[in-house]
């Protein structure tokens, strides 16, 4: 994994007041804004391929335990260190136990045995993949989420498209604009001049750098109109670069900057030695993304209804455990499916079993549901998009499954 | 701008394109020697010493040692775990890509050979390999000094060929994978017992993006037949030797016809071989490689007549890389008015051209080479296999222009880790305009400019549009 990446700059942990921002920012009226109530799509993608069958873990499917005697979640059952109980078949790691009332109150859902059809067992050929949604061909030049911007809407929100990383993300790259955001609070000019600046854009001769500079400049003034509207997060999200990125995209959702593309990534997933069961290296791992994903919940409130949030892995891992106590790379996976409007509490998507005769070349999970179908079902239900075959071009949609009320 | 450029320009102009970015010395040079003699001693780049450079590298050690080496030095994490060895942080394998990109910033900034470490970049992003994918992380530092740099102004064929026997692409494009299934060594060989097969992906980049292009006139037959020719290219441990070896246990010995040509049976090494020179004279080839010089070199579109050109040029030379570049830069298209400033620098020329042009101490922290991934351009990191593209509006997202911007001002005051630019020459703002775009700066940038002093009027310049361009 291209971890190096992906560790750039912390975010800071100032709020916005200890900045020393002009009191102008401050006092502006509020209502001199246009208020958007659009939907907001948030995919946070988990690079490093996540262990699916330990995180919604088949309990009842007795392969499961042969498959894996040392790092097997133990079944439901009073007392710790077991599976929580989804459904009678399903359980859910015990390090995400904060999603699970989320889950009980219906705005949580998963869906297992799915991911890419592709059978490349490589991170890169995998990630790349299913960023550009074309699983199998490399020559697809924009990502999904980005042609999801092309609707031709005449926008110029500068916040519409903005992924939570350092680089832009080839899921997000694309002939549409789209941001990246490190931290709000880092999104600043540190150059003295910015009056100066703006005006050598603004009036400069060179058509591109106009634009360019509108582009930034209109961004940089819409984060500091909003600023004072923005509202510093009271919710406790975990340490790190995910919760700090989902923080700031609740953020910016709740003081209503246009947000309708948000990408974010969690890393830390290629666990191929001692990989542990209900506690260990994946236990910690998954206590992150599932404390960020309930802060994340409970700090958008009523506003919860306006998102969905995806995940995606590459693809998932052995069925069998390995000599090291860990997996390798495997086939399919499980999505999560957060958002007002799902019709969560359900696992879904057919689940094809642990047996020998029916795993996937003989080693890992089948597939039984493309991610683009689940993808395409928020796309057109969620978004309000119409032409699915532009977002994923050559691609045969199942039957949706149902995922939004 | 219409009138034909000027004596000055033309030297600004002639810097910007051949190197990263203009010094006073630089200038001095050329004024003395003029612009074809220059460019003859930038073409000979072993014949300049290059003693400033040598000095700043001293101290990388990754950049001599062998895959081998690398792999014993920097092990991989399970083999830490495997053998129950303590892990040390200064071992990590990350320690060998920073090193790796620390060198290629500080050569862009100092070294006196600077046209050759302009084509070093073209080559190494026309040959892309991802440096985090796997092994390539102990394969990259070889990679750039034994493949890329021996050819990089040599015989295209040559570097064709050794980007494909290259450990480094072998493992980026899973050509060390493919197997002809009918073949003794495929039955066994492959972990879980899988049986291997024959891999396309190589194949088809090397038509696709090393040479003819996605319009070469080449069919999915042509990939599946040239992949069977690569059959047996592959790496002897890539997780502890790495080295290139012909396995003909794996080889497809039958016979193939590649873009119309028959390739006998029982080449061998020897189809591999035939491939590459077939692709490496192939009309098309000299089209897609003259253009894409065009490109770097003229302008984003380039005019067609220099670019048929310097076609004709690599066509009648068996692909010289040199007489190439001379007939580009010889001709009256790269002097051009309408060429002058029309192209955007890359992140790594805008950081390397700004260090330059204030004459600036570094010894490259991790804060640099962040700075120009954080534009856009992660060194060694891109992960298509296309590498990054080289027109205007790959550059100049909102974030990576606030980062341009941003890093100006860090620079000029002194603000970024391990980098210093003197006081007398922050203090001098008109000597730095004199590098920037001699008649080229915008009014509003002219005033901004003449209501500041030294550093404030440098760091608004190095912002501006203006300095974005070479």
């Known amino acids: 994994m291209n971890t190096s990446r992906r560790n750039f700059l912390k975010s800071s942990s100032l709020g916005f007041l200890a900045l020393g921002l002009p009191p102008s920012f401050l006092v502006r009226a509020a209502g001199a804004q246009q208020i958007f109530s659009g939907k907001t799509l948030v995919v946070v993608f988990q690079r490093g391929a996540i262990d699916g069958l330990n995180v919604v873990i088949p309990f009842k499917d007795p392969a499961y335990y042969r498959l894996r005697p040392s790092i097997a979640v133990k079944e439901p059952a009073a007392g710790e260190e077991r599976a929580l109980d989804l459904d009678g078949f399903y359980g859910l790691h015990p390090a995400l136990g904060s999603l699970k009332s989320i889950y009980d109150q219906g705005q949580l859902a998963f869906v297992h045995a799915s991911g890419s059809p592709d059978s490349s067992r490589s991170h890169f050929d995998a990630q790349d993949y299913m960023e550009i949604g074309t699983p199998g061909i490399k020559s697809t030049a924009d990502g999904w989420l980005n042609r999801c911007l092309l609707d031709g809407k005449k926008t110029h929100a500068p916040f519409r498209g903005v992924a939570m990383t350092a680089q832009l993300p080839r899921i997000l790259a694309g002939v549409a604009p789209a941001l990246t955001l490190s931290s709000i609070e880092e999104f600043r000019l540190r150059n003295e001049a910015m009056a100066a600046l703006q005006k050598i854009y603004a009036e400069s001769s060179d058509a591109l750098f106009r634009a360019g500079g509108q582009n930034l400049f209109s961004a940089i003034a819409e984060l500091r109109r909003m600023e004072s509207k923005i509202p510093a997060s009271v919710e406790r999200y975990p340490v790190g670069r995910f919760g700090a990125g989902l923080s700031q995209l609740a953020r910016l959702i709740k003081a209503n900057v246009g947000l309708e593309i948000a990408f974010t990534e969690i890393g830390g997933w290629d666990t191929h030695a001692n990989q542990g069961a209900a506690t260990g290296q994946l236990a910690n791992r998954l206590r992150e993304l599932g404390e960020g994903l309930a802060a994340f919940y409970r700090d958008l409130g009523d506003r919860i209804d306006d998102v969905v949030l995806l995940t995606l892995s590459e693809f998932g891992r052995t069925a069998r455990e390995n000599g090291n106590r860990g997996t390798d790379h495997g086939h399919a996976n499980v999505m999560f499916a957060l958002g007002g409007k799902i019709r969560g509490g359900k696992v879904y998507g057919r689940w094809p079993g642990l047996a020998p005769e029916v795993l996937y070349e003989g080693r890992d999970l089948d597939l039984t549901t493309d991610f683009r179908t689940v993808c395409s079902e928020v796309v057109t239900r969620h978004l309000g998009q119409k032409d699915l075959a532009k977002i994923f071009p050559n691609f045969k949609n199942g039957a949706p499954l149902g995922l939004l009320a | 701008m219409s009138t034909a450029l000027g004596p000055e320009q033309k030297i600004i102009h002639f810097l910007n394109r051949i190197s990263f970015g203009p010094t006073h010395a630089e200038v001095e040079r050329v004024g003395r020697l003029g612009i074809r003699a220059y460019l003859n001693e930038q073409l ?411 550093p404030q009027a440098i760091a608004i310049v190095m912002a501006a549009p203006e300095f974005q361009r070479r």
């Open chain 2, 44 to 454: 000979q780049p072993d014949l300049l010493a290059d003693q400033r450079l040598e000095e700043k590298l001293a101290g990388l050690k990754t950049m001599r040692l062998s895959n081998r080496e690398l792999i014993e030095l920097y092990p991989p994490p399970q083999i830490v775990r495997q053998q129950g060895m303590m892990p040390q942080p200064t071992q990590a394998p990350r320690a060998i890509i920073v090193e790796l990109q620390q060198a290629r910033l500080l050569r862009s900034i100092y070294s006196r050979r600077q046209l050759f470490e302009i084509m070093v970049d073209f080559w190494t992003n026309h040959f892309n390999v991802f440096s985090a994918k796997g092994a390539d992380r102990w394969l990259i530092t070889s990679y750039d000094r034994d493949t890329i740099r021996p050819h990089a102004l040599g015989k295209f064929r040559d570097l064709l060929l050794a980007t494909a026997q290259s450990p480094a692409m072998l493992f980026y494009l899973d050509n060390w994978l493919s197997a002809s299934p009918d073949s003794p060594g495929a039955r066994f060989a492959g972990p879980n017992n899988r049986r291997r097969g024959l891999n396309e992906n190589y194949a088809r980049e090397l038509m696709e993006l090393h040479t003819i292009g996605v319009e070469g006139g080449y069919t999915q037959k042509d990939v599946i037949e040239i992949a069977r020719c690569f059959t047996g290219w592959t790496i002897r441990q890539p997780q502890q030797r790495g080295e290139f070896i012909f396995d003909s246990r794996i080889h497809d010995n039958g016979e193939k016809n590649v873009l119309g040509t028959r390739i006998p049976a029982g080449g061998g090494i020897e189809d591999g071989k035939k491939v590459i020179d077939l692709l490496a004279s192939h009309p098309a080839t000299a089209r897609c490689i003259a253009l894409k010089l065009a490109r770097r070199f003229i302008a984003d579109q380039p005019p067609a007549a220099v670019v048929d050109r310097a076609a004709a040029t690599f066509r009648q030379t068996n692909g010289d890389i040199r007489s190439v570049l001379t007939s580009l830069i010889d001709s009256s298209e790269f002097f051009a008015p309408e060429n002058y400033l029309a192209k955007v620098k890359k992140p790594l020329e805008f950081v390397a051209s700004a260090l330059r042009a204030v004459d600036a101490e570094t010894q490259v922290s991790h804060q640099l080479f962040r700075y120009v991934g954080r534009m856009g351009e992660p060194l060694f990191l891109a992960q298509p296999p296309t590498g990054h593209p080289d027109v205007a509006s790959s550059w100049i997202s909102p974030d990576m222009l606030l980062t341009r911007m941003n890093f100006a001002a860090d620079l000029v005051a002194n603000r970024l880790p391990g980098s210093r630019v003197s006081a007398e020459t922050l203090k001098d703002k008109q000597s730095f305009l004199q590098l920037v775009a001699p008649g080229g700066l915008s009014p509003a940038t002219r005033a901004a400019v003449a209501d500041r002093e030294g």
